[in-house]
């Protein structure tokens, strides 16, 4: 595996993704598939059809219903065969392009769209609420609002892009926080620093007026660097370097198109996932998809 991503080479899941039963069987053993199940119209146990081990069938011989081992899953949701899906999901996790996809696994893009739209749905659902609370006691905090999209060189046809507020640790783990905002007003902004920036963080900030009583009305020790002079703070060292790359790497992983108010939320919640699980996002996946009900 990568160190970076804990992504496999597909040289080591090619077993899996290119052969329909190997997928199923590797889908029951980590538990992305029920290992077990009982009937829904007797209680009793069923076991996996020998014939079809798609198929569960009741052991109780005056009942012998039979339901899918997909059920409920991402996977139960189309004809296409598991072992696709999932080479979809690798895909997605290593950010390919649709074009790709398409060449790749011989899906249409208006699918492929679609089951992307799924796999962002199951990371986000596995989210945790402190998943985007940060900071803590003695913990550096940059803070920022970005506007995802407007025109270049502000020429051309009207852009609809939104305001984002985010903090970003200066942590190993560099954990966020994004959260779209109607307004940059203080009274929009402070309540979501509050809520988000655990006490006892130093929050680090430009001189965005909305920032000026943020210290007065949270408790958060706050600084600031000028940045009409310098980048970073001559005298105390503070900059907001580490937030400017964090939104460098988030816009770059959005589509010019899925930067407006009705869809960047699911794009900052897949942003979040992917940046807590970044060592080991294969294994996340999974977790992301066993753990998601789709009905």
């Not at 339901?67 to 999901?89: D, E, Q, W």
């Amino acid at each position: 595996m990568t160190r970076s991503t804990g992504i496999p080479p597909l040289s080591d899941i090619q077993d899996i993704i290119f052969s329909e039963f190997a997928c199923l069987d590797f889908l029951l053993a980590c538990g992305v598939l029920y290992q077990s199940q009982n009937c829904a119209k007797c209680s009793h146990p069923m076991s996996r059809k020998s014939d079809d081990p798609k198929q569960w069938r009741c052991d109780y011989s005056k009942c012998r219903a039979q339901s899918s081992v997909f059920k409920h899953t991402i996977f139960a949701i189309s004809r296409i065969p598991c072992n696709k899906i999932l080479h979809l999901g690798y895909m997605w996790l290593k950010k390919a392009s649709c074009t790709d996809m398409i060449d790749t696994v011989g899906l249409s893009d208006k699918t492929i769209t679609a089951k992307c739209k799924l796999f962002a749905q199951a990371v986000s659902e596995a989210l945790e609420p402190e998943d985007d609370v940060i900071g803590g006691i003695d913990v550096i905090v940059e803070i920022d609002e970005c506007l995802t999209a407007k025109p270049k060189y502000h020429r051309g046809h009207a852009v609809h892009g939104c305001w984002v507020l985010g903090g970003v640790e200066r942590t190993e783990t560099r954990k966020v926080f994004m959260v779209q905002v109607p307004d940059r007003r203080a009274e929009t902004l402070i309540p979501i620093l509050a809520a988000r920036i655990l006490p006892g963080s130093i929050v680090y900030s430009d001189l965005w007026k909305a920032y000026d009583c943020l210290t007065e009305k949270t408790g958060l020790l706050h600084e600031t660097v000028n940045h009409s002079e310098n980048f970073k703070d001559p005298i105390t060292g503070v900059h907001t370097n580490t937030i400017e790359s964090t939104w460098s790497a988030f816009k770059r992983s959005i589509e010019p198109r899925r930067r407006t108010p009705g869809t960047i939320d699911d794009e900052i919640e897949v942003f979040i996932w992917r940046r807590k699980h970044a060592q080991n996002l294969w294994k996340g996946f999974l977790e992301a998809l066993s753990s998601t009900m789709f009905i």
